[in-house]
């Protein structure tokens, strides 16, 4: 039988959602399909969303697992407001997402999967299929449970098996809607089951069936055409944020001439660090997973004192166990680089979801008067330059410096053009000389304030360090109160000073104005497009978006200054915009705040400036 050619819809940009049980495979299907968007050359942002449960209960909304794409021929900054396409594979996963989902959108479903049973549990009282409740979306009744097992029948393939293969033929049929080639997706099944060639050719039946049910349904008259956005030329990856921080890591001990070494414990959303850095022993990165977070930090401080470039990775309650230890690398003055992957708090939290919370703790979460240095990154793909930037500013100024990223970065991915060595800036360590003449362990540059490292096993160069208060210069112990005050203000000033090696705050649009809208880390996405789209409508709207925090750029006061009022925008109660007012006493400090597990979206952003505009 012949098929009916589908005509070709051209779209600027599209938002897929896959959504399912926890055991659905949704997040495996969102990776992939977001490799072959990559491929065609589209630019992306994702986002994944799971449950904090290993298991979570079958068909509940608790039980949820999602991943989300936004694709696009234009430079995509967020993960998408509102799903032009929505997979779902049960009625639980139906019903916590619709909200999300466009009106004349298109949901998939697999209608083997709303038994009465199931769509009970999910909280429904009728079918929403049969319901006419979706009416105003093309909703695409699927049987892919079933049509799954009746591809894979001449296989011989257990029931089990074939039940676990349904989200691939979901897929193929995404790949039809989308006029994707299913090659790199045979590619990618190749390479994943090399042991198991049999696994390989049952992902490729499956796939393939559905991509060619996909073009047997009448109702679906169109296919969607994405074009492939214009990029600087280069090699790209879609690339996580956890990976590409721990690839920026792996860049700036290169580029130091330092080794890596990196002592952490597993932790919700950061264990990938580690987990990627492991597989990186050919490069040099020794890792070492401790038995605690403790442990973790102190083994990665004993690495810095002996001249390893040492890193820890955690997340909140993780930074809260290691505090007392980056006392010890405060005072010791030894460079020690601290990855916080965000997650939502306090204590165990929401472990799979994202917030901006810990900037307080980063900021001032430790006995003593312990200031350290502290930047964030804001996409997924600028956690390698970010990270880069964080092991730079640790050892060239001697000091423990906090990088937060969050859950959403962390898991999130975008497309990453992999720089080339020579493009990234020189990392000059001030290693001490063999027989330095007068070397003293607390002798320091009176321009920068920063002491030598020096490497134990150099000869001339023995020296005692620790986290008792020392003599300035000579390192002697002492508790003389006027010491004290010098080596308080030293450190501090040390911390200062890094401001004169960082670049002064940019703004995107003009240097006045009614109104400047501030955000830091992950944020950046949804803020930026916000602003534009209101800079579009010709209101007077500027964005100072934050990666520099402790010290903050030198030209932040000035900036400030200019705006009738400054909006600033956190996935927190106001933690920034608190930091703010205590070094810039300005009465015209506004807060829009989040505490949902969820990114803004463009529209509570944009009203919210309109509001601001409005009023006087």
Not at 279 to 288: M, N, T
Not at 436 to 444: A, G, L, M, Q, T
Request: glycine share 8%; with cysteine.
């Amino acid at each position: 039988m012949t098929q009916k050619k589908k005509n070709i819809i051209e779209r600027e940009e599209v938002v897929v959602k896959f959504v399912g049980d926890s055991g659905d495979g949704m997040q495996l299907t969102g990776s992939i399909f977001s490799d072959s968007a990559a491929i065609a050359g589209n630019d992306l942002a994702t986002f994944p969303d799971f449950p904090a449960e290993i298991r979570a209960p079958q068909n509940t909304i608790a039980g949820v697992s999602g991943f989300q794409v936004h694709v696009g021929k234009e430079k995509i900054h967020t993960i998408g407001d509102q799903v032009d396409v929505l997979v779902a594979m049960n009625p639980a996963s139906l019903k916590a997402n619709l909200k999300w989902v466009k009106k004349g959108a298109t949901i998939l479903v697999d209608a083997d999967a709303f038994d009465e049973k199931s769509i009970e549990k999910a909280g429904y009282k009728d079918n929403p299929l049969t319901d006419n409740s979706l009416e105003s979306y093309l909703l695409l009744k699927a049987k892919i449970t079933t049509l799954t097992k009746e591809s894979l029948k001449d296989m011989g393939v257990d029931t089990k098996t074939a039940e676990r293969s349904k989200n691939m033929f979901a897929l193929g049929m995404l790949y039809f809607i989308f006029d994707r080639d299913l090659k790199q997706a045979f590619h990618y099944f190749e390479t994943k089951f090399k042991k198991n060639p049999r696994l390989a050719d049952i992902n490729k039946v499956v796939l393939q069936s559905g991509y060619n049910y996909a073009d047997t349904i009448e109702a679906l008259e169109s296919v969607i055409h994405v074009g492939p956005a214009k990029m600087k030329k280069g090699r790209y990856r879609n690339i996580t944020g956890n990976v590409a921080t721990a690839w920026g890591l792996l860049a700036a001990a290169e580029k130091s001439g330092r080794p890596l070494f990196l002592g952490s414990y597993p932790i919700t959303p950061a264990t990938e660090i580690l987990m990627e850095l492991s597989l990186h022993k050919s490069l040099g990165a020794r890792v070492f997973q401790a038995e605690d977070e403790i442990a973790g930090i102190c083994s990665a401080i004993g690495a810095s004192y002996t001249g390893s470039m040492a890193c820890t990775t955690t997340s909140g309650p993780g930074l809260s166990l290691k505090s007392e230890a980056i006392g010890l690398a405060v005072i010791t003055e030894l460079p020690l680089i601290i990855v916080n992957v965000q997650r939502g708090g306090p204590s165990t939290g929401l472990p799979t979801k994202s917030e901006q919370s810990d900037l307080y703790q980063a900021l001032f979460g430790r006995n003593g008067e312990c200031p350290v240095i502290v930047i964030a990154a804001s996409t997924p793909d600028n956690c390698f330059y970010y990270a880069f930037e964080a092991a730079k500013l640790s050892m060239e100024h001697m000091t423990p410096c906090i990088l937060l990223t969050d859950g959403a970065l962390g898991f999130g991915s975008a497309l990453f053009r992999i720089p080339k060595m020579s493009e990234l800036p020189a990392i000059k360590p001030p290693i001490a000389k063999a027989n330095e003449p007068d070397f003293k362990p607390y002798k320091r540059d009176p321009e920068t304030l920063v002491r030598k490292w020096a490497i134990p096993g150099t000869e001339g160069l023995r020296h005692r360090i620790g986290g008792l208060e020392k003599e300035n210069i000579t390192g002697v112990v002492t508790t003389d109160p006027m010491n004290h005050q010098v080596m308080v203000d030293l450190r501090a000033a040390k911390v200062e000073k890094v401001a004169d090696f960082i670049p002064e705050q940019t703004l995107d649009g003009p240097a006045k104005g009614d109104l400047l809208v501030v955000s830091w880390g992950g944020t950046y996405g949804s803020v930026h497009q916000a602003v534009q789209k209101v800079q579009a409508e010709g209101k007077s709207v500027s964005h100072a978006h934050f990666n520099y925090i402790m010290p903050l750029p030198k030209n932040t006061g000035k900036i400030l200054k200019n705006f009738k009022k400054i909006l600033v925008c956190e996935l927190n109660s106001g933690q920034f915009v608190n930091y703010l007012r205590m070094k810039f006493p300005l009465p015209n400090f506004y807060q829009i705040n989040k505490v949902q597990a969820l990114p803004f979206t463009i529209q509570e952003l944009t009203e919210k400036f309109n509001q601001m505009l409005e009023e006087k």
